[in-house]
């Protein structure tokens, strides 16, 4: 069967199986559509957590990212994962024992005030938004270079799915999909990797073959031979950073504490049924997320050397057969300047000739590996896997937040259970739309949007949450005005160097050498020190908000028993 | 007999709040430690460290580059399963696991 053929098999497989697990999967219960009535065990958890948080930049663009990045490339590495030890230790358990159904709703409580609840919905629904609209993207992205379809065929077809399990199954339907989307993404991821990795090095296993010899007979280390492959080409060595120090330092940060603070995230340690099993299903889930972020590097090292030596001083006429194919789709441009016939690939702009889009390291694997074709089918399938789950957990917030956090809490606190389930189906319905039009009509800056999502996180949630359980003093006052302090400071610093000022963004004028994709951690810290000073000279919180703070740092309570909330 | 009822109440609350109090300190302990060691893999090794422990080598890692790219990550996984396994640990001793 054909390349066409076996993409079609196996996306259509999967998709039929994710669609049949959300049919079994259907929400009874605003409970059901919110955590799933709380009942997932903390093995699955950890999975549709992986899942959740794996999106499609993890899958298709990280490796390439890295393999242009070199080391600076761990900045993504450590910070998408070293966030999971800040959720486990700071604040999954706690969050978990206060047994209430979203962030906002922690907040709204803990800071006895609507306003903190409402600034806390729109930093939710803000935050959903704008990483969303990059995986509908996604989605199309996959089916147009696998399937031959419109890129809006494409989100069209990936807003059906994302609809029939989203809207019907909430939370519920969503988690055990998830779940297996896991299981079809790191299959995807791995299989390749791993072929790649014993056609180079050898070694079965890709992050020890990254650190191995190579397989040429010449043993030489593969890291070694890419270094030099790279000085020689006129490249930074691979395995030297450029950045500045104070500027990983502080992107890595930003992303960690992003990442401990996104509300998709949080959320699905609310689903698990006690303090312990959220304890542990952050162990699952980051173990899971590992497995793929150790090989994405290797990945990297890989197709990196790969690429430099098919295309170090190589004649054109003699390149590879998925060099042509991958051309034909635009990913890599080869325009022959000095017209010798040789393509000359350096960092300088006025004599460099080739031109290559990093997601190719990852979809262009199979090919270089010389796989069969079905392996090509099953990265599609990987793909849309990483896109699609994401995408449903980010959906569900939003629908959350609009259902539960404005209509119950805010506006309608009587309205019947009933009531509140279809208002969630029609926000999460309506949320899809929004997404799905975003996917089509892209705003030009979804690059900067991540950096923002990921900023305003760190800057307004992980310290509004973290004070909220490790600071009794801390009261409503400190809160808000932390919150918005750090929201602003990091919204007008990415506003002012991303969209008012592109041509100022560099080292020479960013604060104390700090990027916009790092100024997060800055915008933290602001929040931390504005809502200690002005909760130390404001009244402290009421009595029941000190006992709730006490409650929910001890995973049972003696006197009562632990029981959720009906919130 | 009246005021002996009061007394032992008193003391239960107040036993139960010291003991919660107790439980949270050893709790932050724990923290301090685990994230003392990931600050040190993280941003000591991988970041602020790298260049100087890229004169060591790991196979063919340069050994800055590998606690950058993969190190860290693997002691992330093993710190939060050693947080759980004291806090469990923890918590029964304080009586305040589930049941």
């Keep these: 069967m054909d390349i066409q053929g076996w993409t079609f098999l196996i996306v259509g497989l999967s998709f039929a199986l994710y669609l049949g697990i959300a049919y079994m999967a259907r929400a009874a219960s605003t409970g059901d559509f919110y955590i799933a009535g709380g009942k997932v065990s903390p093995l699955a958890n950890g999975m549709a957590t992986a899942a959740d948080w794996m999106s499609a930049a993890s899958f298709i663009s990280m490796a390439g990212l890295i393999s242009f990045m070199g080391r600076d490339g761990s900045v993504y590495l450590m910070g998408w994962t070293g966030g999971y030890v800040l959720l486990a230790l700071l604040l999954a358990p706690y969050l978990r024992k206060f047994g209430k159904f979203t962030v906002p709703d922690f907040v709204g409580d803990r800071y006895y005030s609507r306003t903190a609840r409402i600034v806390a919905v729109i ?33 069209i077809i990936g807003m059906v799915i994302v609809f029939f399990y989203a809207v019907l199954g909430g939370m519920k339907g969503i988690t055990y999909t998830q779940v297996a989307q896991y299981c079809v993404l790191i299959f995807a991821y791995l299989v390749p990797a791993i072929f790649i990795s014993m056609l180079m090095t050898g070694n079965v296993i890709p992050q020890l073959g990254f650190g191995g010899t190579l397989a040429d007979g010449s043993g030489q280390y593969l890291l070694e031979r890419l270094d030099g492959l790279s000085t ?50 952050a162990g699952y889930a980051l173990l899971f997320i590992a497995i793929l972020y150790t090989t994405a590097p290797a990945v990297a090292g890989f197709a990196r050397a790969n690429l430099l030596e098919t295309v170090d001083n190589a004649p054109y006429a003699d390149v590879p057969e998925w060099f042509t194919s991958w051309e034909n789709t635009g990913l890599i441009e080869f325009n022959d300047i000095d017209g010798d016939g040789n393509i000359n690939y350096t960092p300088d702009e006025s004599t460099n000739e080739l031109v290559i889009d990093p997601d190719i390291m990852v979809l262009a694997n199979p090919e270089i590996a010389q796989l069969p074709n079905w392996v090509i089918g099953l990265v599609a399938a990987g793909g849309l896997a990483a896109a699609l789950s994401t995408a449903a957990g980010l959906l569900l917030v939003i629908s959350t937040s609009v259902a539960r956090d404005l209509i119950r809490r805010t506006f309608v606190p009587d309205i019947t259970q009933q009531r509140e389930l279809l208002f969630a189906r029609v926000a999460a319905g309506g949320a899809v739309i929004v997404a799905g039009y975003f996917g089509i009509n892209p705003p030009g800056f979804v690059a900067q949007t991540v950096a923002f999502a990921f900023g305003l996180a760190a800057a307004s949630f992980f310290p509004v949450i973290l004070l909220g359980i490790f600071s009794k003093r801390m009261n409503k006052e400190g809160a808000i005005c932390g919150m918005i302090a750090g929201i602003v400071f990091t919204a007008a610093y990415i506003i002012y160097f991303a969209f008012m000022f592109p041509e100022l963004n560099n080292s020479e004028n960013w604060l104390f050498g700090i990027s916009p994709e790092g100024i997060g951690t800055l915008g933290m810290v602001i929040n931390l020190v504005t809502a200690i000073t002005v909760s130390r000279f404001t009244k402290e919180p009421p009595l029941e908000i000190r006992e709730m703070v006490e409650t929910i740092r001890v995973p049972r309570d003696l006197e009562k028993g632990s029981g959720r909330g009906d919130g | 007999m009246f005021s002996f009822d009061i007394i032992g109440e008193d003391s239960t609350a107040f036993y139960m709040k010291t003991k919660a109090q107790q439980y949270w300190r050893q709790n932050l302990i724990y ?68 049941v």
């Design chain 1, 123 to 155: 930093c939710a629904v803000f935050i959903s938004f704008t990483y969303v609209a990059g995986q509908m993207r996604g989605v199309g992205i996959v089916f147009s270079r696998f399937l031959n379809v419109g890129i809006e065929t494409g989100v």
């Design chain 1, 232 to 281: 020689e080409m006129g490249f930074d060595p691979y395995t030297d950073g450029s950045k500045s120090t104070i500027d990983v330092f502080f992107i890595t940060a930003a992303l960690m504490v992003g990442t401990a603070g996104l509300p998709h995230v949080i959320v699905r340690f609310f689903t698990v049924p006690k303090v312990k099993d959220a304890r542990i299903s």
């Design chain 2, 31 to 98: 923290l301090a430690l685990l994230l003392a060691i990931w600050f040190v893999v993280s941003y000591g090794a991988g970041i602020l460290l790298v260049d100087w422990l890229d004169q060591f080598r790991l196979g063919g890692f340069k050994l800055g580059f590998w606690f950058a790219q993969q190190g860290s990550i693997y002691v992330f996984v093993i710190l939060i399963f050693v947080y759980v396994y004291l806090m469990n640990r923890l918590d029964k001793k304080f009586e305040f696991d589930e």
